[in-house]
């Protein structure tokens, strides 16, 4: 979302942000501005601060945070104290009149930031069979029903009622590559479906992990 009234300014940050692949909703009004986000999740928000209104709104932002605290803040102006900038809050800056180069740099920080966040918490629909070792003896086979950076879904034919630590093990659909992993229960149901967040995965299973969901996510 921007917020700004300067039409001129808003056209180059559209041609930009179109060659980036990124949507963009233009609201001159920072009160409209200020409803919409808290009813709808935006991925960035880019705020002009010679908008009279504006201060208030980034005030507003701050106090009430109605969105996620990873989603990119980037706020434009003419010049300004660095400490008046920094005040905003605001990830990213840059000055008015747009230097198209500045922007491209900046907006392209942003996407990157925006799609991190996406992909940390993109939980990617999966069929396939998952061992869980709850304790020394009791070894469970369920289904695994959708996995993310962060943990597992899954499915048992009765409710999974372990507390401590689980171990996990899972090959990853169309590799070689078998995560095997710690977790602990985070959720179940009476349906037999349960939550299992990991537990110090090694950097190496991370960025497996990460690129195999990067992957899946983009091919949607």
């Not at 689980?166 to 990853?172: A, N, T, V």
């Not at 149901?189 to 992957?215: K, T």
Request: charged share 25%.
């Amino acid at each position: 979302m921007v917020v700004s009234r300067d039409w001129q300014e808003v056209r180059v940050l559209e041609c930009i942000l179109g060659g980036l692949h990124i949507d963009c909703e233009v609201e001159s009004h920072p009160e409209r501005a200020q409803a919409k986000l808290a009813k709808t999740k935006v991925d960035a928000l880019i705020v002009d601060c010679d908008l009279s209104g504006t201060d208030q709104f980034l005030r507003n932002l701050q106090r009430d945070s109605p969105f996620s605290p990873t989603t990119p803040l980037v706020v434009m102006s003419g010049p300004r104290q660095r400490c008046d900038i920094d005040a905003t809050g605001a990830l990213f800056s840059f000055e008015k009149p747009i230097s198209v180069e500045q922007a491209v740099r900046t907006l392209s920080a942003a996407r990157n930031l925006i799609l991190d966040g996406r992909l940390r918490y993109h939980r990617q629909i999966i069929d396939v069979p998952v061992s869980l070792l709850c304790g020394p003896q009791k070894k469970v086979q369920a289904a695994l029903v959708n996995l993310s950076q962060g943990g597992i879904g899954v499915h048992l034919d009765r409710e999974l009622e372990t507390r401590q630590p689980i171990q996990i093990s899972f090959k990853l659909p169309r590799t070689r590559y078998t995560v095997k992993a710690r977790g602990e229960v985070a959720w179940t149901d009476q349906h037999g479906n349960a939550g299992i967040r990991f537990l110090n995965l090694s950097e190496r299973m991370q960025r497996g992990l990460q690129l195999w969901l990067a992957q899946r996510y983009f091919a949607n």
